[in-house]
């Protein structure tokens, strides 16, 4: 965003909204872990940060995928700043890791991308999702209602605990980001927030990346094809993940030949960790002489997959899918054109798809041609970081007009107009609508405190009226 933003668009971005209103009763514990200097961030980073950062151990109420209530953890990462600041919120939401302890809350499993959020300027969100942590039973991979639910919980369990300690929150800005498997959950849980959630915790922006947001068509296709595929793993979790959410199977042998459900059995039963699976499974492949990855599946599953869309699997896999909505939130799909673990197709159907059925401000970018999965979140962090400072106008905070007043209008989010609640301007007053690039979408005088609103497309605005030679503004979302 390099155009010139007026004072009072970046006055509007900081006026805030009331609080989150959030039943009080997420949070179990928080326990601090420790602290990070930016002298030890810029030794993790290899550059420059802009503050130290806290750690803490969050345990909150949740869930778990059969609706049975559950504890889960997290990390709650913070940037040391003084006690008045308001701190703008992501949740982040981390890849697939070896294990149940390699996860964010134990300093593990890409803790590191949630400090760099909070080394920044965000308070940082990082569930460990369910059957992952400190959660019961058996991590459901690449579910996304689960994945959802816990990071909304855990959200919930963030507001929670800085509603009572230092720094505040900004309530006008929240920020969903994840990598890989994160990609896919801070998706689902991008979705669950405007489906039911946006009235009260609006979204500002998002970026997913790298996700498999195409279980169906796109990740589907990968595992019936012929081309070997270095991470065998991933099939297998999969499986196992949709099993523990949908019982499809009584055993693993039903689903996967020998050798490979042994090792695939061991996993399960957290005798070995992912990583000792893949490089299993990559050996038997290997000494079969046919690395295609559906080698491991039996002769009638594969059938099944490839020529009925009607069975349980492909059915699971369709209900897993997380592109068939249209955000109103401005949103980022970073990806890397040399990706071999997710390929680059998931983000570019998810962009066409969503686009389509009404995206307000949604674009694929292909940050680097030639990085594969694990390189690309070099790139793809410092992205997200940029992207999501371009909201916050922090450098223009000394500018900020104090005559400013905000403004009060119903219904929010709109649909076909809004009713401005300012007794000034019941006779009318001339009004500017403003999309997030700073870009003027209406402009009029009103005769009445009504303004029509049909002709925005879905996103977030900011509104200014004048009346009699005063001016006040406030954030609106468009539905």
Not at 97 to 108: A, R
Not at 286 to 293: D, E, K, Q, R
């Amino acid at each position: 965003m390099n155009k010139f933003i007026p004072t009072f668009i970046i006055c509007l971005f900081l006026v805030a909204f009331a609080k989150p209103v959030i039943s009080q009763d997420y949070l179990v514990e928080a326990t601090y872990l420790g602290s990070k200097t930016k002298a030890e961030l810029f030794a993790i980073f290899f550059q420059p940060v802009e503050f130290d950062v806290d750690l803490y151990k969050i345990t909150y109420k949740t869930f778990d995928v059969h609706l049975e209530p559950d504890t889960a953890s997290g990390l709650l990462a913070l940037p040391k700043v003084p006690d008045t600041t308001l701190l703008p919120i992501v949740v982040y939401n981390h890849g697939t890791t070896s294990g149940p302890d390699d996860v964010p809350s134990k300093l593990s499993g890409g803790y590191e991308v949630a400090m760099a959020f909070a080394a920044f300027g965000f308070a940082t969100v990082a569930p460990d999702y369910i059957g992952l942590g400190d959660s019961d039973g058996f991590h459901p991979y690449l579910h996304a209602a689960s994945q959802a639910s816990a990071s909304l919980d855990m959200l919930f369990a963030g507001y929670e605990y800085l509603e009572f300690n230092d720094p505040d929150l900004d309530p006008n800005y929240l920020f969903l980001t994840g990598y890989s498997q994160g990609g896919h959950a801070s998706m689902a849980l991008h979705k669950e927030i405007e489906d039911f959630w946006s009235i009260i915790i609006p979204v500002t922006a998002a970026t997913h990346m790298s996700g498999p947001y195409s279980l169906s068509g796109v990740m589907r296709d990968r595992v019936l094809s012929d081309l070997p595929y270095g991470y065998p793993s991933y099939i297998a979790y999969i499986f196992l993940g949709f099993n523990e959410a949908y019982q499809l199977y009584d055993s693993i042998g039903e689903v996967f030949k020998e050798p490979y459900a042994q090792s695939i059995d061991s996993f399960y039963n957290e005798e070995i960790d992912l990583d000792v699976l893949n490089n299993r499974l990559l050996a038997y492949l290997n000494a079969g002489g046919n690395t295609s990855p559906k080698t491991m599946l039996q002769d009638s599953i594969v059938d099944a997959i490839a020529n009925d869309l009607n069975h349980p699997l492909n059915e699971a896999l369709a209900a897993n899918d997380t592109y068939n909505f249209a955000p109103t939130a401005p949103t980022r799909l970073y990806y890397c054109g040399g990706d071999t673990q997710v390929p680059p197709l998931n983000s570019i159907i998810a962009d066409s798809v969503m686009n389509e059925l009404g995206a307000y401000d949604l674009e694929a970018i292909n940050l680097n041609a030639n990085f594969d999965h694990g390189t690309c979140v070099l790139a793809a962090v410092p992205a997200t970081i940029e992207f999501f400072k371009s909201f916050l106008f922090t450098s223009s905070i000394d500018d900020l007009d104090p005559d400013a007043h905000e403004l009060t209008v119903f219904p929010n989010p709109a649909f076909d107009f809004v009713v401005i609640d300012w007794d000034v301007a019941k006779s009318g007053c001339s009004y500017e609508v403003y999309n997030t690039r700073g870009e003027i979408m209406l402009k009029g005088v009103s005769t009445s405190n009504k303004i029509e609103m049909k002709t925005l497309v879905p996103g977030m605005y900011m509104i200014v009226c004048t009346a009699n030679d005063e001016t006040r503004m406030t954030r609106l979302i468009k539905q």
